[in-house]
């Protein structure tokens, strides 16, 4: 089975279970007012990877207009409760349901980790497509090894989820690849963030 076929099922057959455990978001309040304060007012946010509507919730009391994509449609379910006043629809990020240039700035927390290395590239490049430009991107990523990837077994299924690992600076050369402007690369112990403009 594709790896992320595997990853969207286990999405969908855990989804209540991710929700309880991903509730905690006092971490990211800080990068979501920082995102918003750089888009303009009332501005449209691609949650890119939307999950149980968590952050497209928060994104929409803080002023965004938010297009919640994911490719678990047992997520999206979740997400139209936790998020009645997003735009949810399900996709793929390697080819993703929107218009070019459509969205003001993109919100891809922990959800790119999931595509392959060798489809890297194509996300990145319809992230670009659908941001406005001038917009601004953030993003999350697990560091490791370049391309390096995990299949994982946490939520005791038997089609686990993919974890794909990147080192900061060429994930960040692939972003300009993409033609985006990167403007900081922020690591972190588990994580590293980075912020670019489209």
């Given at each position: 089975?594709?790896?992320?076929d ?7 057959a855990?989804a ?11 971490a ?12 303009p007012?009332?501005?449209?946010v ?13 994104l ?13 449609g ?10 009645p ?7 793929d990020?390697?080819?993703?349901p929107l ?19 060798e ?7 319809e992230?670009h497509?659908?941001?406005r ?11 490791g ?21 990147h ?7 692939r ?6 402007t ?5 690591p972190?112990p588990?994580?590293?963030?980075v912020?670019?403009?489209?």
């Amino acid at each position: 089975m594709d790896p992320v076929d595997r990853t969207r099922r286990t999405y969908d057959a855990v989804a209540e279970t991710y929700h309880e455990r991903t509730g905690d978001i006092d971490a990211l309040l800080p990068a979501m007012d920082r995102l918003v304060d750089a888009l303009p007012d009332h501005p449209r946010v691609l949650d890119a990877g939307c999950g149980p509507g968590r952050d497209a919730d928060w994104l929409t009391e803080r002023g965004a207009r938010v297009v919640g994509v994911d490719f678990a449609g047992g997520q999206l379910r979740l997400a139209t409760l936790e998020a009645p006043d997003a735009l949810l629809v399900q996709g793929d990020l390697r080819s993703l349901p929107l218009r070019d240039d459509s969205v003001d700035g993109v919100w891809a927390v922990a959800s790119l980790i999931h595509v392959p290395d060798e489809s890297l590239d194509d996300a990145l490049t319809e992230l670009h497509r659908v941001c406005r430009p001038g917009g601004t991107l953030f993003t999350s990523m697990k560091p490791g090894a370049e391309g390096a990837m995990e299949h994982t077994y946490g939520y005791d299924t038997d089609t686990g989820r993919l974890f794909v690992f990147h080192e900061p600076e060429p994930f960040a050369d692939r972003l300009r690849d993409a033609g985006f402007t990167v403007e900081s690369v922020e690591p972190e112990p588990a994580w590293f963030r980075v912020w670019a403009r489209a």
